[in-house]
Nanobody, 122 residues
Framework: VQLQASGGGLVQAGGSLRLSCAAS????????MGWFRQAPGKEREFVAA????????RYADSVKGRFTISRDSAKNTVYLQMNSLKPEDTAVYYC????????????????WGQGTLVTVSS
């Protein structure tokens, strides 16, 4: 599975961004997708995940109510809509995929995109 993330950039606090992650190399409908982020000097952390069917989603407590994960199977793409952004959301955001169990653990995801930088100014 190859993943290509895009959509990062600089935004003011309170603003919005939408990240995209295009997948290729395997049937998109058979893989669970996730978004993770890594801030400078910190470990990579879970942000959001969606099951292969699209029926289930999970979010980190820090982004619940502000971020929304979605997927378009026709385009083999998963999105992360980020609203009400805060300076503490600044990080490199990674999309990831797993063929295994639907979960929110970094080490359980086998495939990773290259990351896209999101910077939120105060």
């Amino acid at each position: 599975v190859q993943l290509q993330a895009s959509g990062g950039g600089l935004v003011q606090a309170g603003g919005s961004l939408r990240l995209s992650c295009a997948a290729s190399g395997r049937t998109f409908s058979s893989i669970h997708m996730g978004w993770f982020r890594q801030a400078p000097g910190k470990e990579r952390e879970f942000v959001a995940a969606m099951s292969w069917s699209g029926d289930s989603t999970r979010y980190a407590d820090s982004v619940k109510g502000r971020f929304t994960i979605s997927r378009d199977s026709a385009k083999n793409t998963v999105y992360l809509q980020m609203n009400s952004l805060k300076p503490e959301d600044t990080a490199v955001y990674y999309c990831a995929a797993t063929l295994g169990v639907y979960n929110d653990y970094v080490f359980e995801y086998e495939y990773w995109g290259q990351g896209t930088l999101v910077t939120v100014s105060s």
